[in-house]
């Protein structure tokens, strides 16, 4: 079967199993006309590292925070460390509360990616589905220059070679030739997600195809006007309804993909333990390899790994999140050293905006006072509270001086 790979889906299209779609337009013109602008300046990049080293984009994860006891949902898949779930920030609140209009359910947890230019990619996979909520779909909202989401169904062969053996067994079963044969039948299909745009991916579309948004090799002579656009860059922000919490202070896990499902039974978290983050990872694979796995035969009972390669540290640290502004950042680095807090400093992105990008309209980038990044500190343990702003935060400092 030869694969019409040219093919470029739209609304009108079939997409995946069936149960997917692409939508356009998800935020009114003028929200839309700074909403990239807004969040890349708003929030808190990090870098994320698994197994091969750092992953080719910048992340961040927000989501519901219990403002009672702290609790959080947590999203489990292949990083050697869980990241921290910052509370929702204005501008990703508005654009999940118009994402879950549409969708017709709750979204609790988004990991957010910045994809810096047109090498920024993440390989195909299935979302594994542990903590994910059964029935709920998977919501991605592009935001900035447009980028092309390639599914393919998973290799016909990969439900033996996935099911029935050990992943050792899985590397050796099949030669090149069997290869080869599977990837000629299997089916691709391409789905440009521009700006402003809401792909929703089904579960069952989940299960038997594999996505991901492949390196832009092409010489820029080639793009079209939004690919161009936002200085190459784009912004996606995942969001997805899970049904697995954490403690305020991560030591507890419950839900559908932990061994305890009630809240009252919460068992302690598990890191940094080779045999059970193997066994998470083993599970992992099978759910990217084999078509239409019945969750139980992948997750079992459930797992409480949280961080497959660290331990839970012993005291959780604050964590700062410079501005780029370095007298702001050295008067609040300088103060965290004078009263010998030990926080964790996490730099802003290189990339810069500037009235010289343009939008996906072709018109130069809106870009005010208002796109400055406010340094922001989080606070250890708790409710992880977070304070925007330098004079904001030394009174802070201040203030647990004067407590102590």
């Not at 489990?76 to 879950?100: C, F, G, M, T, Y």
């Not at 169904?153 to 030669?175: E, F, I, L, N």
Request: glycine share 6%; net charge neutral; with cysteine.
């Amino acid at each position: 079967m030869k694969q019409k790979n040219s093919t470029l889906l739209t609304p009108q299209d079939k997409i995946g199993s069936g149960d997917s779609k692409i939508l356009y337009g998800l935020l009114e013109p003028e929200a839309a006309e700074v909403a990239f602008q807004d969040l890349f300046t708003e929030v808190h990049w990090q870098r994320m590292y698994h197994a091969a080293g750092e992953v080719p984009r910048l992340v961040c994860c927000q989501g519901d925070i219990d403002d009672a006891d702290g609790s959080m949902p947590v999203y489990r898949h292949p990083s050697d460390q869980s990241l921290p779930l910052l509370r929702w920030s204005p501008v990703v609140a508005k654009i999940k509360h118009k994402a879950e209009e549409r969708v017709g359910h709750k979204l609790n947890h988004a990991l957010i990616q910045l994809y810096r230019s047109g090498q920024d990619h993440i390989s195909e996979h299935s979302d594994k589905t542990l903590d994910i909520v059964h029935g709920s779909n998977i919501v991605n909202v592009s935001l900035g220059a447009q980028r092309i989401m390639r599914l393919r169904t998973k290799r016909p062969t990969a439900v033996h070679d996935a099911a029935s053996s050990s992943p050792d067994k899985q590397k050796r079963s099949g030669d090149a030739q069997t290869r080869a044969e599977d990837d000629r039948s299997r089916v691709t299909q391409r789905i440009p997600m521009p700006h402003n745009s809401m792909f929703v991916m089904g579960l069952e579309t989940n299960a038997s195809w594999l996505h991901g948004i492949m390196p832009d090799k092409r010489p820029s002579a080639e793009h079209i006007p939004a690919e161009s656009a936002y200085g190459n860059m784009r912004i996606s922000i995942t969001f997805r309804h899970i049904g697995t919490f954490l403690s305020a202070d991560s030591k507890f896990i419950w839900g559908q993909g932990a061994v305890a499902k009630d809240k009252m039974e919460a068992m302690p978290t598990v890191n940094g333990k080779p045999e059970e983050s193997q066994r998470l990872i083993n599970a992992f694979g099978i759910e990217n390899q084999v078509t239409a796995p019945r969750w139980e035969s992948i997750y079992g009972t459930g797992f409480d790994v949280l961080h497959l390669k660290s331990e839970l540290p012993e005291r959780e640290k604050p964590m700062l999140f410079l501005s780029g502004d370095e007298a702001t950042d050295t008067a609040v680095t300088a103060r965290l050293s004078e009263l010998g807090v030990d926080a964790d400093v996490i730099v802003p992105p290189t990339e810069q905006l500037t009235n010289s990008l343009i939008d996906a309209n072709g018109n130069s980038l809106v870009v005010t006072s208002a796109h400055q990044r406010v340094i922001c500190f989080r606070q250890a343990g708790g409710m992880h509270t977070e304070v925007q702003g330098k004079i904001a935060i030394l009174r802070l400092l201040d203030g647990k001086k004067s407590h102590d």
